[in-house]
């Protein structure tokens, strides 16, 4: 599971990389079989849509359900973000986010790396982000938009924006995205579900709502390095991981066959990773 | 200006035709530059997006504005319309929507009979839709989205939504748009700047906000057959207009040289088209 030279060099040019049809139908079925448990529960990991009772993002779900927790194992995606950060890599942060049909509402321009460091302090952008698509990804069901290329000016000034979702965000001005977007356009990778795509941690992104009758469920991982790991324990441990463990790869079959993983969360979420630990004024 | 009877078909069919560059660019350059001064007018026909402030749709621009009026009587519409419904037609309803770079708000399914009918006891579904994009039309700035063929089924059942937008809309609910999307699928044309789409009036369509750097400002003028004009004036005149006047058309060249045109609201919307003029319970 080697990155090629030609990989390398795109993923430096425009911060992304898209496997389309990566994992294959049986393994994706088993993924998308597990969702509907997980969105059903009501805990504090499960962040709602502002309309509708819908599950916007499902955080932490490899804590406690064996399919996901078997998932981050998986040598298809651990061994290139090795390879991309020169480094063993843990799990920063893992969600499901829903963008339901009908109710799956916009994330607005953002980089990821820009609230590692703000709010975990994590000191470099050496972390990077895992999208799986379980369901397929078209035009109208709100696809994940990239500027390429934005990647390569570092972290970008932000604004916190607590109201225009349910999910609080540091957001990019308007001026910035023009320019951004002037020099780099927007894509947004389309493909079925088992699709992939790999993108640096200050790459710009965003998606749209989703007013198609057709879900948009993709699993995002965030592996960072491991000699990278986050200072800060601001926000809460479900959101940004405290346990540096670095990954080992299962076998490539992870998903197909049972391996015996640790599941720490299975009992419910520890008090104390429910909040922050260190709150700044 | 006629339609041709594969043109007279599709349309049938598929509810819609879409005519890329239709206008030139130097009529669309024309339109577009008399924007920015309709939409910095602070008046009752401007109604702004729920964030910023920002002109989510202008009504009854040509009522006075000489470049606006002049293009409601263009024969590149008129008669393709008068073709298609039978009969003379009026000015039902003028908007120029903004579907503004950012900040443009999506609009949720719905059929434009639905409100014609509910509101303005328009007695049949004998109108239809033209929009011009004046704005290049891609897959990220909130293209208009169709469900091909729905307008066969007639007024389709709808609520109405007070909460969702800066403007109220009859929607319609979720299981009936999974089984029109299940029959015709969505479709969404783009094209450049002066493009135009002809639509019937129980089509049903949408369109997810503008999350990107690009404009997306379009005239909406909504054409009824002169024998079918409302009944009742529930709305405000400037929203479903109470003038009943058959359409002339000018000659072709109408945006581009002047010629003499009405402007009846151009000292200011009298105070009665401001309300409605039937309050019904």
Redesign the interface.
């Known amino acids: 599971m080697k990155l090629t030279s030609e990989q390398l060099k795109r993923f430096d040019e425009q911060g992304y990389l898209f496997f389309p049809n990566y994992f294959s139908a049986e393994e994706t079925a088993i993924l998308k079989a597990s969702v509907p448990e997980v969105f059903a529960q009501r805990r504090e990991e499960n962040v709602r849509e502002k309309?509708g009772d819908v599950v916007r993002t499902a955080f932490a779900v490899h804590t406690y359900h064996p399919v996901f927790e078997a998932l981050i194992h998986h040598p298809r995606f651990v061994e290139p973000a090795e390879q991309l950060l020169k480094d063993k890599t843990y799990i920063h942060q893992f969600k499901i986010n829903g963008k339901a049909?009908?109710d799956g509402d916009?994330w607005?321009?953002h980089q990821d790396y820009g609230t590692w460091r703000a709010d975990d302090d994590m000191p470099e952008a050496r972390a990077m982000n895992v999208a799986i698509f379980l369901d397929d990804v078209n035009?109208?069901n709100?696809p994940l938009?990239f500027i390429p290329g934005s990647h390569t000016l570092g972290v970008l000034d932000a604004e916190h924006d607590t109201s225009?979702t349910s999910y609080p965000l540091w957001v990019i001005n308007?001026t910035t995205?023009?320019k951004l977007?002037d020099r780099g356009g927007?894509v947004?990778p389309k493909g079925p579900a088992g699709s992939m795509i790999l993108f640096h941690g200050c790459l710009v992104h965003?998606?749209?709502?989703?007013?198609?009758?057709w879900d948009r469920v993709s699993v995002y991982l965030s592996l960072c390095a491991v000699s990278n790991h986050i200072r800060r324990f601001k926000r809460p441990g479900y959101i940004a991981h405290r346990d540096f463990t670095p990954i080992e790869c299962l076998p490539d079959d992870c998903l197909l066959r049972h391996y015996d993983v640790a599941l720490p969360w299975k009992n419910g979420t520890p008090a104390g990773e429910l909040q922050g630990a260190l709150q700044v004024a």
Chains 1, 2 share one sequence.
């Open positions: 309309t049909a009908f916009v607005q321009w035009e109208f709100g938009m225009t308007h995205i023009r977007v927007i947004a965003a998606s749209t709502s989703n007013l198609s009758p």
